[in-house]
């Protein structure tokens, strides 16, 4: 009868857990103002051809759905806003990289019932100050979590992305 | 007593089984041999890819209540056909989007295709390929209850309505900036040329197309869902007949089995 109980409450926490993890903990304007302190500031365009589209067909392992991608700059500091499918819906992911390494990285939407726990602290912190290698590689690898593998696969695959960006950006730039 | 005597004596007493034995099989025969095939269907339903062959009986989609629904919007967009059915959007047979609420309009520019949804907007190449979703997270005015172009101002201006409000667009589409409609002289709704019955014919399919996957109808015929309730029993009752198929089978079994020994010896 114990046990039998203990499942029911175990059941029962996991699915209230569920559904609180799942939602939009940011809103996109709001992380940008965070991230810049810059009312002003605008977002930019990357357009995805030629090699950038070629770099990021290698990232995603397919054609990215759209031919531009938006994002804010201010010196040498750039903030991007992407999504990547989990299992079935998208993972709305913010990332600040500075001079080649990754700032900060938040998850501003998740909408899967599993994997949550990749808008932790604990595992987030992991892709601070990570670069990206010739191979469009992260320098160094990143642990998973158990029970979560897609959303880690699309976190680490976004966080990629973004640094190949970054590069992107800065070179049109120059 | 006869060997004659002894055998129909025997016959008599196992005569209820083998008659119970006889019409379980008879009647679940069909039931059967539908639930044989389906189950070996659904234990392959990987390898056979059930899930990705959809149904396109008219019949058999109405049985399962899925009709067009009432949501349609059949325009011309320059050399393309825009089309919504339902939540989908279409572009010829490319789908643009599935979560569209109501199609608003479209506008050719010179290097763009500019299509509004109420609750999001689409920038494509002239080729159809899509440059980026708008949405409300990038600050885009929703719900959009009209499109304008204007003429009074840069070619690719586009101005949207929203609230009552008139927002238009910088050169790139990123941002938006509340103006009067004052300043917009003139202001032109682009009005959009309705496509033909036979036009909208493929689209009806299309949206059609993969509602009802052939998983779906397997696995309701071995459950018997497809006759909703009522079929549910009638595959219990087949279920059942199965169980006292392989009892009796195995009683009349056993009991002859047990004769012949006991002959033998």
Redesign the interface.
């Known amino acids: 009868m114990k046990n039998i109980l203990r499942f029911f409450i175990t059941g029962a926490l996991f699915v209230l857990i569920s559904s609180y993890a799942k939602g939009v903990y940011q809103s996109n304007s709001d992380f940008i103002d965070e991230v810049f302190h810059d009312p002003t500031i605008k977002p930019q365009m990357l357009w995805l051809t030629g090699d950038v589209k070629a770099g990021a067909v290698k990232i995603l392992g397919e054609k990215p759905r759209q031919l531009r991608v938006r994002y804010w700059q201010k010196q040498q500091k750039t903030a991007w806003i992407l999504e990547a499918i989990g299992k079935s819906k998208p993972i709305t992911v913010g990332l600040v990289i500075d001079a080649g390494k990754l700032q900060r990285v938040k998850v501003l939407a998740f909408r899967e019932t599993r994997g949550w726990e990749v808008k932790e602290d604990f595992f987030l912190d992991q892709f601070s100050q990570r670069t990206l290698t010739p191979e469009l590689q992260l320098d160094k690898s990143i642990d998973g979590i158990t029970g979560a593998t897609l959303s880690v696969r699309a976190l680490k695959k976004l966080s990629r992305l973004a640094l190949f960006y970054h590069q992107q950006a800065l070179f049109k730039e120059h | 007593m006869s060997k004659r005597k002894h055998k129909h004596k025997n016959k008599g007493r196992l005569l209820p089984f083998i008659k119970l034995h006889r019409w379980s099989g008879l009647v679940s025969l069909i039931l059967v041999i539908i639930l044989s095939i389906t189950g070996i269907l659904l234990n392959h339903t990987h390898e056979l890819q059930l899930k990705n062959h959809y149904i396109k009986n008219t019949l058999l989609l109405n049985w399962y209540g899925i009709r067009l629904p009432e949501q349609q919007t059949f325009f011309k967009l320059g050399a393309y056909n825009l089309v919504q059915v339902g939540h989908k959007v279409y572009l010829d047979n490319k789908l643009l989007a599935s979560d569209a609420l109501t199609l608003i309009g479209g506008i050719e520019m010179e290097d763009y295709l500019f299509i509004a949804l109420e609750n999001a907007a689409l920038l494509l190449?002239l080729d159809g390929?899509?440059?980026?979703?708008l949405t409300p997270?990038?600050?885009l005015p929703v719900p959009i209850t009209s499109v304008y172009k204007s003429h009074s101002q840069d070619n690719s201006a586009i101005v949207i309505q929203s609230h009552n409000k008139y927002f238009i667009s910088d050169d790139?589409y990123?941002?938006w900036t509340n103006i009067k409609p004052d300043n917009l002289k003139p202001v032109t709704i682009k009005r959009l040329k309705r496509l033909s019955e036979t036009e909208k014919e493929p689209y009806y399919q299309l949206w059609l197309d993969n509602k009802l996957s052939l998983e779906t109808v397997v696995l309701d015929l071995h459950s018997g869902r497809i006759l909703g309730q009522f079929g549910v029993f009638i595959m219990d009752l087949a279920a059942s007949f199965l169980l006292v198929l392989s009892i009796s089978g195995f009683w009349i079994w056993f009991k002859r089995s047990r004769k012949r020994i006991r002959h033998r010896l």
Do not use: F, G, R, V
Request: charge should be negative.
């Open positions: 190449t390929e899509l440059i980026e979703k997270d990038q600050d790139d990123l941002t």
